[in-house]
């Protein structure tokens, strides 16, 4: 080989090398992947996000029946209408407060202070409570000495209305110059709409604890859903990313098959949306949940939807357990013909499961964030149910999670007569 042969190999090797360097810089998005873990594919292009999600679902529930092609989002940065910010003291820099996110697999808090995944707004006013803390000699917790007073900072924001919500966990009901402290936060980030102080003196891991005082505005939030709305509080549960909810929650009440005739069970309802959402269509829903915050907003939300009171009577929200509820429908004789069901991560008990099974709704629509978990449920649920179509959506970019909804019908001859 001669000299210039060589040294054209040694620039086209020294050139491909510097793109592909140029290039694993442009991939790396977020400064804090290598620690922080919240957004571990925010680095693989956002069709190969959808290509590796949509084989997941296909992996857990495809032998079920039909999936359908996964509903992407046209721009997946900042999706996030709730963050939670840690604060923590950095002991090897002169003591000072900072405030991140929890290291993926540990306790250890990774300072972050721009978030990909969440509303600029969020990212902002954790920041500009982190810089009034030494003006007003607020210090931040400390777990293990058990000093301090503040310990998280949650931010929920609404899409559709604007409204802010800061709720600021604290380890004691104490919190010096509160008044002028909430007026310096407001001056510097004046979209805040409401301020809340949550108490919380636990030791374990639990982001809120169980009392609140309000500090400024009314102590809740509003947004608006598929033409609905719905007050959110501290504590509710609301979908993080609202333009694919009402992707989501479309499919699903469409996917039901509503007449105006039916009686809706909404299990794990929350604070009502899929119900009230679905409420045109149906003849009387009943919710039922565990948290009796989410049950109390729920029955705001429907009056605050249908405030007419003949509207207000197809709806009943209870607290308790899902399968005992259904259990005492069916011995009743007052079964529901449609069940929405959006279960946590873990999915649904065994004993939810075959209440469910006892009950024997003509359909069941199974909004899973978890597909491993939805298969196992459906190994119990396809004795009884076909599954008709599974439709996955993409609530989560840049993390390894998949939203699906499932249609299950009663099998042939198993439907019981109403």
């Known amino acids: 080989m001669n000299s210039e042969s060589s040294a054209a190999m040694r620039s ?160 004691g009901p104490i919190f010096p110059s509160k008044n002028n402290f909430v007026k310096a936060l407001c001056k510097m980030q004046p979209e805040i709409t409401t301020i809340v102080q949550n108490i919380n003196t636990r030791t374990d891991s639990m982001i809120l604890g169980d009392r609140e005082k309000v500090m400024f505005g009314p102590g809740y939030i509003e947004d608006r859903l598929c033409g609905r709305t719905f007050r959110i509080s501290s504590r509710s549960f609301y979908q993080v990313n609202p333009i694919q909810t009402e992707k989501l929650y479309n499919i699903a009440i469409d996917a039901a098959r509503l007449s105006g005739k039916e009686h809706i069970l909404d299990a794990y309802c929350g604070i009502g949306t899929i119900g009230i959402c679905a409420a045109d269509r149906a003849a009387e829903i009943t919710g039922v949940e565990i948290n009796p915050q989410a049950v109390s907003d729920a029955k705001i939300n429907a009056a605050l939807n249908f405030p007419v009171e003949e509207e207000q009577a197809k709806f009943h929200y209870i607290r308790g357990d899902a399968g005992k509820l259904m259990v005492q429908m069916a011995e009743e004789g007052n079964c529901p013909d449609v069940v929405f069901m959006d279960p946590p991560r873990a999915g649904a008990s065994e004993d939810f499961l075959n209440s469910l099974l006892a009950a024997g709704p003509r359909r069941v629509v199974y909004i899973s964030c978890n597909p491993v978990t939805l298969g196992r449920d459906l190994e119990i649920l396809c004795r009884a149910y076909r599954m008709e179509k599974a439709v996955p959506l993409d609530m989560f970019p840049a993390t390894g999670k998949a939203e699906t909804v499932c249609l299950l019908s009663k099998l042939n001859g198993m439907v019981s007569d109403r």
């Open 12 to 171: 086209g090797r020294k050139n491909r090398e510097e793109k592909g360097s140029g290039t694993e810089k442009k991939k790396k998005r977020c400064p804090y992947i290598s620690r922080c873990g919240g957004c571990s594919e925010v680095s693989l292009p956002y069709t190969e996000q959808i290509r590796r999600k949509q084989a997941w679902v296909e992996e857990c529930i495809g032998s079920f029946g039909p999936v359908e092609s996964m509903i992407c989002m046209k721009n997946p940065d900042h999706y996030r209408n709730k963050m939670t910010a840690v604060f923590a003291i950095d002991y090897r820099h002169g003591h000072k407060p900072y405030c991140g996110i929890y290291e993926k697999n540990s306790h250890r808090v990774v300072p972050v202070e721009h978030c990909l995944l969440v509303d600029p707004r969020a990212d902002a006013i954790c920041q500009s409570i982190l810089s009034l803390l030494p003006s007003f000699k607020i210090q931040v917790f400390d777990e293990d000495r058990g000093t301090g007073i503040l310990r998280y900072v949650q931010v929920r924001t609404a899409k559709a209305t604007g409204q802010v919500m800061v709720t600021l966990v604290t380890a």
